[in-house]
């Protein structure tokens, strides 16, 4: 454990943390005692530390005289099992986290100098967000949180439509793994049969008029905790829709290798070339649908996007493009 004696605070208690998860996930009871002599802790702080875990959504066993075990089976993040599904190398970094705030934030504090595509992934977020400061549930291992930096030249204007882009290839992804009837919201959500599965959260940083630093935030539901607090609409994940586990790793790495074969795409030709792929997974495409923003409200039908990733919505006779991302839809 010397590596770990050389850290301090939140590294260090993360360090621990992660340990004591990869002890736990071994097939049998591990004592409080064991895990306390290899952590050179003592044992009450490993107990804090299993509680910890379960309040970041880890589901773990605890029996009386025989210690401790993760309900679950768990592979957990590792960027050498990542790169040995990837079907070819890329230069791009892939940093593994335990726990953190934000994958955001995170990859944002240590986007310059990275090639572009690199990525930042963890077991758990703290501080999990969705669009306008919504909460993005972010339990222990259950899911992918993932964000990768890419870099735009042509600034601001040459982003319109990434969500959406970034929707698509997280749809292509979960078709890799047969998953292949998601359906796209309009801007940022990817829905199966109804339940969320998936989000996108797109946060730019660059002046108008140069380069921007797009970071882009995906969730994907892996295998979620039998009950989890706080998503206020029908949610699913992966691993229930399969009816088998999934390696975190392998999603993780079939993600990658849409992402940087699209990106490169979007940046010469926009969605030009995904529009049908769009159009294929459209949730409300031909629906009655409402637009909120802040306090205006809009019904139509939805028409699909444009080509700069604007919603369609026609209301009577009229078409009227939508752009922005404080905009959410609804059925009417
Ligand atoms: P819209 O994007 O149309 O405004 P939304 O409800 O999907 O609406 P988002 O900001 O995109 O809002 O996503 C945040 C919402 O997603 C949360 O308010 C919650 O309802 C839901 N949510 C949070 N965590 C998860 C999760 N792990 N899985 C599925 N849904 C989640
Ligand atoms: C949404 O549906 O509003 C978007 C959810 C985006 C969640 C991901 S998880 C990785 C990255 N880090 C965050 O805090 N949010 C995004």
């Known amino acids: 454990m010397s ?37 050179g802790i003592t044992r009450s702080s490993v107990s804090n530390h299993i509680k910890a875990l379960s309040a970041l959504g880890l589901d773990i066993f605890s029996v ?5 075990k993760l309900a679950e089976k768990l592979t957990l993040l590792d960027e050498s099992r990542i ?35 690199s990525v930042c992934l963890a077991e758990a977020q703290t501080n999990g967000r969705g669009r306008r ?10 899911s992918i949180y993932m964000s990768m ?3 735009f030249e042509g600034g601001y204007q040459s982003l319109a439509g990434l969500s959406l882009l970034v929707g698509i290839g997280v749809n292509r992804a979960l078709k890799r793994i047969g998953i292949v009837d998601c359906r796209l919201k309009w801007p940022n959500d990817v829905y199966h049969h109804g339940k969320k599965l998936a989000g996108i959260l797109i946060e730019v940083e660059g002046q108008s008029g140069e380069p921007a630093t ?7 539901n892996i295998q979620l905790p039998a009950s989890v607090d706080g998503i ?21 790495a079939r993600l990658l290798e849409e992402l940087w074969l699209m990106l490169p795409q979007f940046q010469l030709n926009g969605l030009s070339t995904f529009m049908q792929q769009w159009k294929d997974a459209d949730l409300y495409y031909g629906q009655a649908i409402s637009l909120t923003s802040g306090k205006n409200i809009s019904t139509g039908i939805s028409k699909g996007i444009d080509i700069n990733g604007a919603l ?4 009577n006779g009229h078409l009227k493009a939508y752009h922005g991302g404080e905009i959410s839809v609804r059925p009417a």
Not at 19 to 25: C, D, E, K, Q, Y
Not at 232 to 252: C, M
Not at 312 to 315: A, P, Q, R
């Open 64 to 68: 009386k005289g025989r210690g401790y």
């Open 232 to 252: 206020d609409q029908p949610y699913t994940d992966v691993s229930s829709i399969l009816s088998r586990a999934v390696d975190r790793n392998e999603f993780v």
């Open 83 to 117: 790169r040995a599904y990837l079907f070819a190398e890329h230069d791009a970094r892939i940093l593994v986290n335990n726990i953190v705030g934000s994958t955001n934030d995170s990859l944002r504090t240590q986007s310059l100098g990275l090639p572009q595509g």
């Open 133 to 142: 400061g919504r909460k993005w549930v972010s339990p222990f291992g259950a």
């Open 3 to 39: 590596s770990i004696a050389k850290l301090s605070g939140r590294d260090k208690t993360n360090a621990l943390r992660t340990h004591i998860v990869s002890m736990l996930a071994a097939d049998s009871f591990i004592s409080g005692e064991i895990i306390a002599i290899e952590l």
């Open 312 to 315: 369609l919505l026609e209301t």
């Open 149 to 151: 930096v890419w870099r």
């Open 214 to 220: 797009a970071v882009i935030g995906i969730g994907v």
